[in-house]
């Protein structure tokens, strides 16, 4: 099947350090998702790129969705203890299978 | 109702048992998914439906079968499993995927499968 490698897969930060998570294809994807799934809980959708280049922005989140529609990456500004958890990037092919990276599990320390 | 219930949560089962996990939405969602996801581990696709119908078999084992019932439910029914099939099985719904919809996967908190 499908691979999407994810890096790094694990990352420790004191509080209100960044932290940068990317996501790479070896082929070029119809969308790419993310999703964040807390220790114990399951994974919650946080956004949906779907166009070249595409950047979001959801208040210290900002995510990117390559040129080339391969790679992606999500950069979390001066991180808090609330953002512990295992971000996920989620690819998806031919529109109909989601292929999920290998996830990068973030630990904040207060 | 962004909610997707799944149940039980916990199951413990005997490899010559026969089980089923069940899965039900609201939202009017006509794409729903089984993964199984083990621990530290991204989940990983078994099965898609769409309109109630089987669209993607991820080469699952035939120890499991699923079943979509109606729009609303997915089950996944389960018999002679192994050990190395213990693992939370999330199961998950989203607008069928088509071009340039945002096809978003809403997850049930899954059901803990063990096998002794």
């Known amino acids: 099947g499908q691979q999407v490698m994810q890096i790094p897969q694990y990352q420790h930060v004191q509080e209100g350090e960044d932290f940068t998570t990317y996501c790479n294809s070896s082929t070029t994807l119809s969308n790419i998702q993310w999703y964040k799934q807390r220790p114990g809980g399951h994974p919650v959708f946080l956004i949906q790129?779907?166009?070249?280049?595409e950047v979001k922005k959801q208040k210290r989140l900002t995510f990117q969705f390559g040129e080339a529609k391969k790679n992606s990456s999500l950069h979390i500004t001066a991180t808090q203890t609330t953002d512990v958890g295992t971000y996920f990037c989620?690819?998806?092919?031919?529109?109909?299978?989601?292929?999920f990276g290998s996830g990068t599990k973030l630990n904040v320390k207060p | 109702d962004t909610e997707v219930t799944q149940t039980p949560k916990h199951l413990v089962m005997g490899m010559t048992n026969k089980k089923s996990l069940k899965c039900e939405q609201h939202?009017?969602?006509?794409?729903m998914y089984w993964y199984k996801q083990k621990a530290k581990k991204p989940p990983e696709l078994m099965f898609v439906y769409s309109y109630e119908k089987l669209s993607i078999n991820e080469s699952v084992p035939s120890r499991f079968s699923p079943e979509c019932p109606n729009s609303s439910l997915l089950n996944l029914h389960l018999h002679a499993l192994q050990p190395e099939d213990s693992a939370l099985y999330l199961c998950a719904s989203s607008q069928v995927v088509v071009r340039g919809t945002k096809n978003i996967q809403y997850f049930g908190a899954g059901t803990r499968l063990s096998v002794l």
């Open positions: 790129l779907v166009k070249s280049g």
């Open positions: 939202m009017g969602h006509r794409a």
């Open positions: 989620a690819g998806l092919y031919n529109f109909n299978k989601f292929y």
